[in-house]
């Protein structure tokens, strides 16, 4: 059967370009993509009366899957590590990189599914993933494949490192590559991997890791190379350009020391502004650099947690978001924020903007409805697509519920069940489809055994630490 009716919904999230929201709603699935959103009662009778998949949306909020734009999925096995519990973010890498040198293949491939899940099931259906270090055998194919067999729609950023210590850069020279070498594994992949049709479930980013981690003449080429891909851009599925900017102090004294510029002046300079491009953090941005960012239409990943775990600084979002910039929510790596709830990043976000923005002694805030639109929407334009993001006809069948009865809603989805979704402790979605294909069923993956996958995570885990 092609067509799937999500019925009876109680609250219906559309996320369309009036911000709909319907009550006693029902929605139809065609293949991939939605074809009717409405009231149940203005239902068409082609589809009340047609041999369909039913899904219940009895007691449920319904709403777009969410869209995480920067992650570390190999982080999963260190989080909490002792030795970087307690370090800001120069320190913190330090005492990690030896530890992420040891990484294996099946660490990648393990990683990458155990993240994905926490991510599935707490509201993500699309998520992006930097991953940097490529220790013998470790390769971005392992991520796809992942992917693929958990139904995620995936963005892999081909992320690398260049210069070491010896070179004046932070990691230790053994976790490095050569460029050249860098640059023709990124064209490997995207003639491999990058789809550029509408609904893709996966696509390539070529992303160095840092300012602190990669020579300028690989920044560069590796601008050249994404854009390179000319047919791509045209069919508005560009490959993106994505990497760390601004994030602590520290980075903005090793960039006026070495380059003679502020993080973002530096990019400037290598071209990694404009609208293929967005960035992980902006913590440290100046009244001017944010009206550089809106007029340049460069995208920014936020990251509260990770900015508050390594005491990094409050980005400034209000005023991003006010300037016009293209803003979305990340969780960041899960040895930076030690998780990868994504509903728990949408509430951070939030108060953390509240705390952010206070002018003349009164919070300049943000709303629950404000902090999901920029999970859904402000994903989707970060990672340059048109498909995803929305509950609309045309749009991808990505498609979230949470149950209203859940005890950490109670009383709060009474009120006013968007608001309770974010302000209330966050929860796990009842049930996802990604593609029209359920992923989640009764708040357990459909496509993954998780207590066999985390039993084989903690043991790779206290391998890789060892």
């Known amino acids: 059967m092609a067509l799937t009716l999500i019925e009876s919904i109680h609250h219906l999230v559309t996320m369309d370009e009036h911000r709909r929201e319907i009550a006693d709603a029902a929605l139809v699935i065609d293949g991939p993509q939605i074809v009717w959103v409405g009231a149940q009662s203005d239902l068409p009778a082609q589809y009340r009366n047609a041999d369909v998949q039913r899904i219940s ?9 969410m869209i995480n734009t920067h992650h570390h999925f190999y982080q999963t096995l260190t989080r909490a590590l002792p030795s970087a519990q307690d370090a800001e973010l120069f320190d913190w890498l330090v005492a990690l990189y030896p530890v992420w040198g040891r990484l294996t293949p099946e660490m990648v491939h393990t990683s990458t599914q155990t993240a994905l ?19 013998e055998g470790c390769q971005l194919d392992q991520q796809f494949a992942a992917a693929t067999e958990l139904g995620m729609r995936f963005h892999g950023l081909r992320g690398s490192m260049s210069v070491g210590q010896s070179a004046g850069g932070l990691p230790p020279d053994h976790v490095v590559e050569n460029e050249d070498a860098i640059l023709r594994d990124s064209q490997r992949l995207i003639d491999t991997f990058h789809d550029p049709e509408r609904f893709a479930m996966q696509r390539v980013v070529v992303a160095p890791c840092s300012p602190f981690s990669v020579s300028a003449d690989l920044m560069r080429q590796s601008a050249a190379l994404a854009r390179s891909y000319v047919e791509f851009a045209k069919a508005g599925a560009a490959v993106h350009l994505h990497t760390h900017l601004a994030e602590t102090l520290d980075e903005e004294r090793y960039c006026i020391e070495r380059f003679g510029a502020r993080p973002v002046a530096y990019a400037e300079q290598l071209g990694w502004l404009g609208p293929d491009v967005w960035h992980a953090h902006c913590v440290h941005l100046s009244p001017a650099e944010v009206a550089l960012f809106a007029q340049t239409k460069t995208g920014v990943a936020h990251c509260p947690s990770s900015n508050m775990r390594l005491a990094s600084g409050i980005a400034p979002i209000r005023a991003l978001r006010d300037a016009g910039a293209r803003v979305s929510i990340a969780v960041d790596g899960s040895a930076s924020n030690d998780g990868s709830h994504y509903l728990a990043e949408v509430r951070q976000a939030m ?5 952010g923005s206070r002018e003349g002694g009164r919070a300049n805030t943000m709303g629950a409805r404000e902090a999901l639109e920029i ?4 994903g989707a334009s970060v990672l340059g697509r048109n498909d995803i993001g929305a ?26 069940p968007v608001a309770a979704l974010v302000f209330c402790q966050p929860v796990q979605v009842d049930w996802a489809l990604i593609q029209g294909q359920q992923t989640v069923r009764n708040g357990v993956p459909v496509n993954i055994d998780y207590a066999q996958l985390c039993a084989k995570h903690n043991r790779l885990a206290r391998q890789l630490a060892s």
């Open 391 to 416: 509950l609309v006809p045309g749009m991808a069948a990505d498609v979230i519920a949470f149950d209203l009865n859940h005890p950490f809603l109670a009383g709060g989805a009474i009120h006013d």
């Open 375 to 378: 999970a859904t929407l402000g």
């Open 117 to 135: 899940a926490e991510m599935m099931l707490s509201g993500c259906t699309t998520s992006s993933d930097h991953h940097y270090l490529w220790p």
């Open 57 to 65: 949306g009895q007691d449920r909020l319904v709403m777009p899957g």
């Open 351 to 355: 108060l953390l903007a509240r705390v």
